[in-house]
């Protein structure tokens, strides 16, 4: 039983570029959410998917976009990269009446 | 809006022996659930135990096992017969119990060292 996976696990961007990370959540799981986690910080909940529709949102700007396709998977977009966007992007999976929040092994991003 | 608060940044433990790592939060909810999560060097965030708020038990997994005082929103891990691959940062994490799946909102984490 595949856990969560998520791709790339390593990418640096320049600034003012876009990126994409990518998520396969759980087998069994129809609810996608991304976090973001700063060196040395506790992670913040970016926004959560569910039936291909964002049901969630935390404190980030528009530039922060995601999308979740018919087969539970997700994407995370991000434009614009900023220098303070460098953090690990973790994408967590569960069902969405469920209570248990599996996570990824996350995606480094590195803003230059 | 819920808060977690973990005010100890570091912690160190002699291997075999217990250590607890503290975590507070503050939230007007009445029910909800509250984690640890322990995160290792590889970053992966893994689920280490879990308290449902209407449950005035204790949960227990194997050597972990919380102190959950709900008046006093506090919700300590305690960490028996530590081990060397018990180091890692440990997380306290709350989550909304309306229903539906809800977000987890983290502590800003424990640094764990285990001791030879």
């Given at each position: 039983?595949?856990?969560?996976?998520?791709s790339?696990t390593?990418l640096?961007?320049?600034?003012?570029?876009?990126?994409?990370?990518?998520?396969?959540?759980?087998?069994?799981?129809?609810?996608?959410?991304?976090?973001q986690q700063?060196?040395?910080?506790?992670?913040?909940?970016?926004?959560?998917?569910?039936?291909?529709?964002?049901r969630?949102?935390?404190?980030?700007?528009?530039?922060?976009?995601?999308?979740?396709?018919?087969?539970?998977?997700?994407?995370?977009n991000?434009?614009?990269?900023?220098?303070?966007?460098?953090a690990?992007?973790?994408?967590?999976?569960s069902?969405f009446?469920?209570?248990?929040i599996?996570?990824g092994?996350?995606?480094?991003?590195?803003?230059? | 809006?819920?808060?977690?608060t973990?005010?100890?940044?570091?912690?160190?433990?002699?291997?075999?022996?217990?250590?607890?790592l503290?975590?507070?939060?503050?939230?007007?909810?009445n029910?909800?659930?509250?984690?640890?999560?322990?995160?290792?060097?590889?970053?992966?965030m893994?689920?280490?135990?879990r308290?449902?708020?209407?449950?005035?038990?204790?949960?227990?997994?194997?050597r972990?096992?919380?102190?959950?005082?709900?008046?006093?929103?506090?919700f300590?891990?305690?960490?028996?017969?530590s081990?060397?691959?018990?180091?890692?940062m440990?997380?306290?994490?709350?989550?909304?119990?309306?229903?539906?799946?809800?977000?987890?909102?983290?502590?800003k984490g424990?640094?764990?060292?285990?001791?030879?």
């Amino acid at each position: 039983d595949a856990g969560v996976t998520q791709s790339p696990t390593h990418l640096i961007k320049t600034r003012g570029q876009q990126v994409t990370l990518r998520c396969s959540p759980k087998s069994g799981h129809d609810t996608v959410s991304w976090y973001q986690q700063a060196l040395g910080q506790g992670p913040q909940f970016i926004f959560q998917y569910y039936e291909e529709e964002e049901r969630q949102r935390g404190n980030f700007p528009d530039r922060f976009s995601g999308h979740q396709f018919p087969n539970y998977s997700s994407e995370l977009n991000v434009n614009a990269l900023l220098l303070g966007d460098s953090a690990l992007y973790l994408c967590a999976s569960s069902l969405f009446t469920g209570n248990t929040i599996y996570f990824g092994e996350g995606s480094w991003l590195t803003v230059v | 809006a819920q808060t977690v608060t973990q005010s100890q940044p570091e912690m160190s433990v002699q291997e075999a022996e217990t250590v607890t790592l503290s975590c507070t939060y503050d939230t007007s909810e009445n029910n909800y659930y509250l984690f640890w999560y322990k995160q290792p060097p590889s970053r992966q965030m893994i689920l280490v135990i879990r308290q449902e708020a209407y449950k005035q038990q204790n949960a227990t997994e194997n050597r972990f096992s919380v102190n959950f005082q709900k008046a006093a929103k506090s919700f300590s891990l305690k960490i028996s017969d530590s081990q060397l691959g018990d180091t890692a940062m440990y997380f306290c994490a709350f989550m909304k119990h309306n229903g539906a799946n809800s977000k987890l909102t983290f502590g800003k984490g424990i640094t764990l060292s285990v001791r030879p």
